[in-house]
């Protein structure tokens, strides 16, 4: 055993949030989009630690765009809705399209398209972040809509399915196409995989996407400790925290990509970064016993006329109240906003939102009137609007 692991004074690894604008024109090709997963995990090289393991965490859907990518994206990339979008796919991919709906006679033409994909969306995400996770020597977290894949070597599979002088081509071994976190390892070999299990309705109806098994629900042994995912929603599900809580997982990697108005109303509270602290805080109460670090990077940007939005957080669990000052944008207090309960814990780091709390500066305002301020700012990043996309990327990080 290495002394360093002897060294009970020495901090356990430092944990990253990296957050980064999606940018649709990245993935012209999936060479240039290669560059772009690694401008994203460079964002972290400046504070990473010398002296002690590190996890860095990317948000979720990470390699959408790839779906854009390359002449046959070329169209689609030029439009201004998601909606018109991804139908102008479907005839750059028509041969492969209906191979996979006379495969699978009862999936969704959206399905047959995801499936169309598949070595697109999962070869350059994951061999480039293998390569990163081994090049800086790191563990290195993040999800991307993919179905699971078999390798192929044979011509025939390469000819049809695959990119020309390619040696291989992942091909679905399924129907399924999932939300997935993966995690690699130092050494850049893949470590484990979890599929997002309770799907928003966006991911259900537009992307149609499949739900994973609560059952396969895991827990991965790193020299932070050990660490599980709980992508987006499943932060928020008591019964998805339970299952990784009983898997003994005590770091969860919540990559997000919230795709609502941050400073706003959600679908169903009133402000949504209040509801927020239902899963970043939420996850690390005490009826979970072994969850005691939360780490939530958010993916931000305009995808087309959706946006993404939000704060990134690293989260600990402890017995203290938490700062009032270290929170997000508009909020009142740390109060679990469907069951009422008091939130205990510690927002370790909280990245800055696109323009500060204007109760910061004026401690006179209600509630409301900050909250009045913000959406009128939040507006502005909306596509059309005066600052549109220009939200801010960032890279936090906290020692254990």
């Not at 356990?12 to 995990?41: C, K, M, P, Q, Y």
Request: charged content about 15%; proline content about 6%; glycine content about 8%.
């Amino acid at each position: 055993m290495e002394q360093r692991h002897l060294n009970i004074s020495a901090p356990a690894g430092r944990l990253l949030a990296v957050s980064n604008r999606i940018d649709v024109h990245a993935a012209n090709t999936t060479t240039s989009f290669s560059a772009e997963l690694e401008r994203i995990v460079e964002l972290a090289v400046p504070v990473l630690a010398s002296d002690r393991p590190n996890l860095v965490v990317l948000g979720e859907v990470l390699g959408l765009p790839l779906a854009l990518s390359g002449p046959r994206g070329m169209l689609a990339r030029s439009m201004r809705s998601a909606s018109s979008a991804i139908p102008l796919l479907a005839p750059a991919y028509a041969q492969r399209l209906l191979h996979y709906r006379r495969l699978y006679p009862t999936i969704s033409l959206v399905r047959a398209l995801l499936l169309s994909l598949s070595d697109v969306l999962y070869r350059p995400f994951t061999l480039t972040l293998s390569h990163l996770a081994a090049k800086y020597s790191l563990y290195l977290s993040a999800s991307t809509i993919a179905p699971h894949v078999q390798r192929s070597t044979s011509a025939a599979d390469i000819r049809h399915f695959g990119q020309r002088g390619a040696s291989s081509v992942y091909l679905p071994d399924g129907s399924g196409v999932y939300n997935t976190g993966f995690l690699w390892g130092p050494d850049g070999k893949l470590l484990g995989t979890t599929d997002k299990v309770f799907l928003t309705k966006s991911e259900q109806a537009t992307l149609d996407l499949t739900g994973g098994d609560l059952n396969a629900v895991r827990a991965f042994a790193t020299e932070l400790g050990s660490v599980g995912f709980a992508i987006s929603l499943d932060a928020f599900t008591p019964a998805y925290l339970q299952r990784l809580d009983a898997a003994q997982a005590q770091i969860i990697m919540q990559n997000d990509a919230n795709d609502q108005v941050w400073a706003a109303p959600s679908v169903t509270y009133e402000w949504q970064p209040q509801e927020w602290l239902n899963a970043v805080l939420g996850s690390l109460q005490d009826e979970y016993t072994h969850l005691m670090y939360n780490v939530c990077p958010m993916q931000v940007g305009n995808f087309f006329d959706i946006s993404f939005d939000g704060q990134s957080t690293i989260t600990k669990k402890s017995d203290k109240n938490p700062d009032s000052m270290r929170n997000f944008v508009g909020n009142d207090g740390f109060v679990h906003t469907v069951t009422g309960k008091v939130l205990r814990g510690e927002i370790l780091a909280v990245s800055p939102w696109y323009c500060d709390d204007p109760g910061n500066a004026a401690p006179h305002l209600s509630v409301q009137q900050r909250r009045n301020l913000l959406m009128h700012a939040g507006k502005q990043l909306l596509p059309g609007g005066v600052n549109a996309n220009a939200y801010p990327e960032s890279v936090i990080f906290a020692d254990m």
